[in-house]
């Protein structure tokens, strides 16, 4: 496997609940900061995102703790007429560190283009908060061999140059392989983070080696090592198995040795 000089880049382990979670749930991530606080420790920094209802209550919970609160969207303006939307400032308010921005269920289902996704992660930026912004192709685009075409129109027109490695993380996730229990093998995810990586570097010069690039699409406690371990990939942007405290902290477990 080639490697990278990733390592000094501190890898994200993100959890993403998606539309999951009642009050119930707290009890499951109160069993995740056991889990970490009892294991060795995890060379990542570890970070929730619930839905918005839960997002008080898992911040209060989670304060003073290895695990960070953070959110799955946000609108763009700061406030006003937008019924059942929720801005970045209040997020930021409710202690939030993130905000994934652009999860390609937000593409499809809400039909956001990447003006949308970059107009959003610069409200989470200017909100104080770290924008986790998300690109993939679909299983048709791959079959068609225009993967690099779609990551690279995907990331340069949803990214500006208001953004760093300080306030922004990539996370690449392939569509066809979200939540269909199909994993990108370790070879194509270096091919497209490699490919992540040069663009970060022509787009933000030196600064580019300091972007994160997380690999979602069903990473498992059985696949993360070897994910985690692939060239540029820092991290991991989890959905069903963040879901159990035992199943992230399986995957936590790449980053404990
Ligand atoms: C996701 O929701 O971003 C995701 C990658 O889901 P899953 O891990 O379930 O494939």
New binding site residues.
């Given amino acids: 496997m080639s490697q990278d000089s990733n390592k000094k880049r501190t890898p994200l382990a993100a959890g993403?609940w998606?539309m999951n979670g009642l009050k119930e749930s707290i009890a499951e991530i109160a069993a995740l900061d056991g889990l970490i606080e009892n294991n060795l420790p995890a060379s990542c920094e570890i970070l929730i995102c619930p839905p918005f209802t839960l997002i008080m209550s898992f911040q209060h919970i989670l304060r003073d703790t290895k695990i960070t609160v953070g959110a799955q969207d946000c609108h763009w303006q700061e406030g006003g007429a937008h019924t059942g939307d929720i801005s970045a400032i209040m997020l930021a308010d409710a202690g939030c560190e993130y905000v994934?921005v652009g999860?390609?269920?937000r593409r499809s289902d809400h039909h956001e283009d990447n003006g949308t996704v970059m107009k959003k992660a610069e409200a989470v930026i200017n909100a104080g908060m770290k924008a986790i912004i998300?690109v993939g192709e679909s299983e048709k685009e791959r079959e068609a061999g225009a993967t690099l075409r779609i990551i690279e129109n995907q990331l340069k027109n949803s990214t500006s140059k208001a953004m760093s490695s300080e306030n922004t993380v990539i996370?690449y996730?392939p569509v066809w392989?979200?939540?269909?229990?199909k994993t990108a093998s370790v070879k194509d995810v270096e091919e497209v983070h490699n490919f992540i990586r040069m663009l970060l570097n022509e787009r933000f010069g030196e600064d580019g080696e300091g972007f994160r690039i997380l690999y979602?699409?069903?990473?498992?406690p059985a696949n993360a090592e070897s994910l985690m371990s692939a060239s540029n990939v820092d991290g991991?942007?989890?959905?069903?198995?963040?879901l159990k405290a035992d199943d992230f902290n399986g995957i936590i477990d790449a980053y404990r040795k």
Avoid: P, Y
């Fill in positions: 993403n998606k994934i999860h390609s269920e998300c996370a996730e392989a979200i939540g269909t229990g979602g699409g069903s990473v498992k991991a942007l989890v959905g069903g198995a963040s």
